[in-house]
């Protein structure tokens, strides 16, 4: 069965430092991994995925994932945060063999000034 | 406009009544899906249809019906609303049943 887990329910990080949005994964064969954004009020927004190929994936707004296999991870960084970029985010998974996606449970990330 | 639209956006029923969500997306993608999302939960999907007239159950379809006579639409019905379904429910579209695009919600309570 296909799940994902974000094991942080909330991250706080300071203007202008590195974030990080963590995310795994539990797939039986190879996995499409996409990340998404919600803003109060609104539905979720697309930022990035992985498909296949390049292990560093890049999306909307600076940010960029990271696919690493052996530790069956996908998470979400950017180098230099902005208090705009907070938000909750959604990690999600689709096996090859489905056609649906299988959400987290959404980490809230706060970027302070 | 396009995109994909959803109605109402707020609702306030009471328990035992049919209440009609309403999703229509004018990208003719072929897959349309319906989420709940609640706290502590994430998004749940609820149903989902890969074209028109096939649909198919998500992880909580238990009190919920859907249809779809026409690609664009895809309504989500509660036949006999009960306090559990107090939720918000999206409405997303996708073209090949990856990238999803999402509605604005449509925020349901249950009285």
């Known amino acids: 069965a296909q799940s994902v887990a974000q094991p942080e329910d909330q991250v706080n990080v300071a203007e202008g430092n590195p974030l990080t949005v963590k995310c795994t994964y539990s797939v039986s064969g190879n996995p499409y991994l996409f990340w998404y954004v919600q803003y109060p009020n609104r539905g979720l927004q697309f930022l990035l995925k992985?498909?296949?190929?390049?292990?560093l994936v890049k999306g909307s707004y600076g940010f960029e994932a990271e696919f690493n296999k052996s530790q069956t991870s996908f998470h979400l960084k950017k180098p230099s945060a902005l208090v705009s970029d907070s938000a909750l985010y959604f990690c999600?998974?689709?096996?090859?063999?489905?056609?649906?996606?299988?959400f987290g449970t959404g980490t809230r990330l706060q970027v302070f000034p | 406009d396009a995109g994909i639209t959803q109605s109402p956006r707020y609702k306030i029923t009471e328990t035992g009544r049919q209440v009609t969500l309403m999703c229509h997306q004018t990208w003719s993608h072929s897959y349309m899906f319906w989420y709940r999302q609640d706290l502590g939960h994430g998004l749940r999907l609820i149903y989902y249809s890969a074209a028109a007239d096939i649909t198919d159950k998500g992880e909580v379809p238990d009190g919920y019906v859907v249809s779809r006579s026409k690609t664009e639409n895809f309504p989500l019905t509660l036949e006999s609303a009960t306090r559990s379904q107090t939720s918000v429910y999206f409405c997303a579209s996708s073209p090949v049943a990856d990238e999803q695009y999402f509605g604005p919600g449509t925020r349901l309570t249950v009285t």
């Open positions: 999600a998974v689709r096996d090859r063999s489905a056609d649906k996606l299988i």
């Open positions: 992985y498909i296949t190929g390049d292990n």
